[in-house]
């Protein structure tokens, strides 16, 4: 890998870094929240909170083992499309540990 590629994994982990930091947070504050609702602490998705965290960064550390010897257009397009990757399964965590508030 050349700085340049370097370089740009570096200021794309940013985008990784706030993902993280949103997942934390989620992480931290969903249970919370069903505290404040009265929900049973049983209903709280643990799993589905802890992929919120885990998932960014294995994904992004995959994307650069896969195209660390590419090009640096190819490199920051696969780079891309694993941060594209992991807001789409980020938006289906969101979707999956609030879905499962029951009032009820």
């Known amino acids: 890998m ?7 994994a570096a ?5 990784v870094g706030w993902f993280v930091f949103d997942a934390v947070s989620s992480l ?4 919370a929240l069903y505290a404040q609702l009265g929900v049973d602490p049983a209903n709280v998705p643990w799993a ?7 998932v960014p ?3 992004y550390a995959a994307a650069i083992i896969v195209a660390r010897r590419q090009s640096l257009t190819r490199f920051t397009l696969v780079l ?3 941060l594209a990757a992991t807001a789409t399964v ?3 965590l969101i979707a ?7 009032l009820f």
Not at 11 to 15: A, M, R, T
Not at 28 to 31: A, I
Not at 48 to 54: Q, S
Not at 96 to 102: M, P, Q, R, V, W
């Open 57 to 59: 960064v294995v994904f």
């Open 28 to 31: 931290v504050g969903l249970p």
């Open 80 to 82: 891309i499309v694993a």
């Open 2 to 8: 050349t700085r340049t590629h370097i370089g740009v």
């Open 48 to 54: 589905a909170l802890w992929a919120g965290v885990i």
């Open 90 to 92: 980020r938006l289906s």
């Open 11 to 15: 200021l794309l982990s940013l985008v």
């Open 96 to 102: 999956l540990a609030t879905g499962s508030i029951t």
